[in-house]
């Protein structure tokens, strides 16, 4: 009988899956410290946004190791296996698939030799051209079905120096990349000429880092020097850092990032994430005023909002679920009796703070509707006397292609009703979303410099109906 994983869940209810992060990447070059241990702390940092596998790559300036395997980082790696990972380059990842299936050979980084050295490579985001580029590597030299496999044997594979490839090969990607990757001697970053998937370079006393978010440079005690541009190609070795573009940058920044995907504790464009989602919430109770007597969130996702709700409103904030920190996903089926409690395994209403109350309740996004409807249920079994849903993001009515994995639109249930008919079909007394408008004000960023696709239907990348499909490469073996 298969034993439960033990990986993290954002999951209340198994049926409503919420949008599932993109990946981690982490880099570091860094000749006097222990480089192993500070990619296994970075990616710790960057749990949040992949747990279905996790893996560091290590180079001594003379060969490439690389460990990966499936699971979270701490189950992943021990001190006695990042011992031996030894060297002053690094290159770590932890995976959500977006392309391809959560399997060991599609865990990253990647790693491909040839006759003039190795390389291995850390992807976060989603190629939309992923069979056209296959068709550019040599039959039978893909051992994997994703994009980044598919990335990486292009880029191991040109006849010049690395950055002489990556400046032809990245040009020719198409979607959203955020890589690190290097050869035995150097560091890599780049990202798409969109800057879709955030990117950032640090300090350290003795080297460099480059990682998704800002949090993880936090972590290891690395200074924030600024975003890898759009378009931007960085080169990092013993002779410092080298910048070069290899495409004019059109920033498309994901705003979903502000909304769920990114640590509150990180900073996108200067902009806090956890004063973002603030202000959304004063943004959220001025748009969606009501009478009530508590602010509550959606633990953990609406927390920030629900603060900013309740301080505009002048409503009290307070607690009305407790959740249990330590359930993640398993294999063990539940009961009957168990079954028919569902969401309660995670979440528990507090009935003292909630019986005979009017209710607001602020989450960040109701992706099928699932995990709100049995919340509404839950509080009205608990006593409350009214419950009033606020959603501190626009309705969810269209999928991405850029690395965060979302339904399809017929599963959406804002890509099918109406505000009002997903109201009923919640139980809730009321229902109200952030408009569009006032979340990217939050954000304190340009509309145009933002991809609101998830939100609006409006791609800055077309994407072909034949690259639309996590599972492209493995389709075209069958």
Same mark, same amino acid.
């Given at each position: ?37 500070? #990619? ?62 959560? +399997? ?61 490839? #990556? !400046? ?11 890589? +690190? ?58 002779? &410092? ?36 989602? +603030? ?26 909002? #629900? ?6 409103? &002048? ?25 028919? !409690? ?115 239907? +409006? ?20």
């Amino acid at each position: 009988m298969p034993h439960g994983d033990g990986r993290l869940s954002h999951d209340l209810d198994p049926r409503d899956r919420s949008p599932q992060d993109a990946c981690g990447v982490f880099g570091v070059w860094a000749p006097e410290e222990e480089v192993s241990k500070l #990619a296994y702390f970075g990616l710790y940092a960057l749990q949040h946004r992949g747990q279905e596998s996790a893996g560091i790559a290590v180079s001594d300036g003379s060969r490439i190791v690389v460990f990966k395997d499936m699971g979270l980082v701490s189950q992943v790696f021990e001190e006695s296996v990042l011992n031996t990972l030894r060297g002053h380059i690094a290159v770590g990842h932890c995976r959500y698939s977006t392309t391809g299936s959560s +399997v060991w050979e599609n865990a990253q980084p990647t790693f491909r030799s040839t006759e003039v050295g190795s390389m291995a490579l850390g992807h976060n985001g989603n190629l939309i051209n992923t069979p056209e580029l296959a068709a550019r590597v040599p039959a039978g030299e893909l051992t994997a079905t994703t994009d980044t496999e598919v990335l990486t044997a292009l880029l191991a594979g040109g006849e010049g120096s690395v950055e002489e490839t #990556a !400046l032809k090969v990245l040009p020719l990607a198409r979607g959203a990349y955020s890589l +690190v990757f290097m050869n035995e001697r150097t560091l890599y970053a780049a990202r798409d000429p969109q800057g879709i998937r955030p990117l950032v370079l640090g300090r350290l006393e003795h080297g460099w880092v480059v990682a998704s978010e800002t949090a993880a440079l936090d972590i290891v005690g690395a200074t924030f020097v600024r975003e890898v541009e759009p378009g931007e190609l960085i080169a990092i070795d013993e002779a &410092g850092v080298r910048s070069t573009r290899f495409a004019v940058a059109e920033p498309k920044g994901c705003l979903f990032e502000y909304v769920y995907v990114a640590r509150p504790d990180t900073s996108i464009a200067g902009r806090s994430i956890q004063a973002t989602r +603030v202000d959304v919430g004063r943004r959220l109770a001025r748009e969606h005023p009501v009478e009530a007597d508590l602010v509550i969130p959606t633990p953990e996702s609406g927390t920030p909002a #629900a603060i900013g709700y309740a301080e505009e409103s &002048g409503i009290p904030y307070g607690q009305g679920f407790v959740k249990n920190s330590y359930v993640g996903r398993t294999f063990i089926q539940p009961s009957q009796t168990i079954r028919q !409690l569902g969401i309660r395994l995670k979440l528990n209403p507090l009935r003292e703070a909630i019986a005979g109350k009017r209710l607001i309740v602020v989450d960040d996004s109701i992706v099928r509707g699932n995990t709100q409807r049995a919340i509404v249920k839950m509080l009205r079994e608990a006593g409350a006397k009214e419950v009033h849903v606020r959603i501190s993001s626009p309705p969810v009515a269209w999928p991405c292609f850029y690395g965060i994995d979302f339904a399809t639109r017929a599963e959406l249930i804002a890509g099918n009703l109406s505000v009002e008919e997903i109201r009923q079909s919640l139980g809730a007394d009321t229902l109200g979303y952030i408009s569009l408008d006032e979340l990217i004000a939050a954000t304190q960023q340009d509309k145009n410099t933002l991809c609101r696709a998830c939100f609006d239907g +409006v791609y800055p990348i077309d994407v072909a109906d034949d690259a639309r499909g996590k599972h492209l490469l493995e389709e075209a073996r069958r």
